[in-house]
């Protein structure tokens, strides 16, 4: 083979050989990231409503396009960034790029999504905002985190989020009852609570949990918005005794059950997530609880009464009732009425540490005084006389003492000389004895009844006299 032909079969192959790698290079081209023109983009994340934004732990951008790579990056969030969040990321220039975000919690639960379409170019620094709509439903506790001295009292408030057509609703909060005390329902003064109706039972296990259920009072009205949002009630815990200077526990709510109406369809979205708070106890050697007795009388009368106290303390009760582990300061009573019985009045006292204060009530049953007649004066003798009388009305009350009481004064009373001469409504005839011949005497009829006695008009008679 002559020179002449090796070097045109070497200029044929370099020739076949540039082309394919030119071909090969157009394409690569088409595919990679425009290295040279990736200007910054900043990229502005909105959400849209802020319930969850404390429990969001990162976020998540992924941005593609026909003509780049795909860009996915991970941004740690701090609990304290509010609503908005903000980052600024190398972006290919180029038309129609999708960015999409997730803000994510710890446990890797997508709380909010959103997706915007945005070009970018190299003349112009552009902003792309991104509006995160919420992707889940969630029951919590807030504030998520309290810090309180043992011995006081502490409320925190129960919030529904995301939740659709709820209607009615039954929930645990479990608690470690070596250090914390349950302590009463506080109602929200959102979403119209006092038309709701609160019913709770604490149970003393490990761990301790009181079970809370409520719905509307009118049977129809939903206990969420029309976003499916609320805030429905607050309960009060009280920190109580603990060995060491500083300890925590949790509060978490581990049940639920919930339910529309019957033409409604519950709407939760999935996963359906419990948001807990976080309590710090701090140890008060010098604190020290008090007690209140509630001393109701009668017993059986099993009356109602509520008492409040400092730290906006209330409960409330029936009957006889001893309370503990109560925070020292100024409690009141204040007595419940009950038909036909007189109510004792309110009152207030200050409780010391490690002191018993009593607040008595004792009811009286609220009765009229009998009503009777005086019959006229008949049959009179030297030392007797015959009268009585007539009981119309027993006052509210059964008549246990009826007959007639005389002296030589006006208006005698049942203290003075008397008969007693039947019980109950009706007439009744009195024999007068032991008189004094030629005395003026008054004399009147009386009843009585549980409460008080009645009397009727005074009659006034001579004995006779002997010496006429």
């Known amino acids: 083979m002559s020179n002449k032909y090796r070097i045109s079969l070497l200029a044929c192959l370099l020739s076949i050989t540039a082309a394919f790698l030119l071909i090969v290079a157009v394409q690569c081209t088409n595919k990679s990231v425009n290295t040279t023109n990736t200007p910054s983009v900043n990229l502005s994340f909105k959400l849209s409503s802020p319930e969850l934004s404390q429990m969001i732990a990162s976020l998540r951008i992924v941005i593609s396009a026909d003509d780049m790579m795909t860009i996915d990056d991970t941004v740690e969030v701090h609990e304290d960034q509010g609503y908005v969040f903000s980052d600024t990321l190398e972006i290919p220039v180029g038309l129609n790029r999708l960015f999409e975000v997730e803000a994510l919690d710890a446990a890797g639960n997508v709380l909010y999504q959103g997706e915007e379409m945005d070009s970018v170019s190299s003349e112009v620094t552009i902003t792309v905002q991104v509006t995160l709509e919420p992707m889940v439903s969630l029951l919590k506790l807030q504030p998520r985190f309290v810090e309180v001295d043992e011995g006081k009292s502490f409320t925190f408030d129960t919030r529904i989020f995301n939740v659709k057509n709820l209607y009615d609703l039954t929930f645990r909060v479990y608690y470690d009852s070596t250090l914390l005390r349950f302590d009463s329902v506080m109602r929200s003064s959102d979403n119209n609570s006092e038309e709701i109706n609160f019913s709770y039972d604490t149970i003393k296990s490990e761990p ?13 009205t939903l206990l969420v918005d029309t976003a499916g949002n609320a805030t429905l009630a607050g309960f009060r815990f009280v920190a109580r005794g603990i060995e060491s200077a500083i300890d925590t526990t949790y509060l978490g709510i581990e049940y639920k ?25 701090n140890e008060d050697t010098s604190f020290v609880f008090g007690t ?39 409690y009141t009573v204040t007595w419940g009425d009950v038909e036909s019985w007189i109510t004792p009045t309110n009152s207030s006292q200050t409780l010391s540490a490690n002191d018993t204060i009593t607040f008595s009530g004792t009811y009286t049953y609220d009765v009229e005084l009998p009503e009777v007649t005086t019959n006229s004066v008949t049959n009179i003798t030297q030392t007797t006389a015959t009268c009585g009388g007539n009981v119309t009305s027993d006052g509210g009350a059964t008549v246990t003492a009826c007959g007639v009481c005389w002296s030589t004064n006006p208006n005698p009373t049942v203290s003075e000389s008397k008969t007693i001469d039947g019980s109950g409504l009706g007439v009744y005839q009195s024999s007068i004895t032991g008189l004094t011949p030629g005395v003026d005497y008054h004399v009147r009829a009386y009843a009585t009844n549980s409460d008080t006695t009645g009397y009727g008009d005074d009659e006034h008679f001579t004995t006779d006299n002997p010496d006429n």
């Open 208 to 220: 301790s949990y009181v079970k809370i259920s409520m719905s509307h009072t009118d049977g129809t």
């Open 257 to 281: 059950a919930m339910s529309a109406l019957s033409d409604d369809t519950l709407e939760i979205y999935e996963p359906f997530i419990f948001d807990s708070c976080l309590v710090q106890i």
């Open 292 to 330: 209140v007795v509630i001393d109701q009388s009668p017993d059986e009368l099993n009356a109602p009464w509520s008492l409040s106290g400092p730290d906006s303390y209330s409960t409330s009760g029936t009957g006889d009732n001893t309370l503990t582990e109560l925070t020292p300061g100024e």
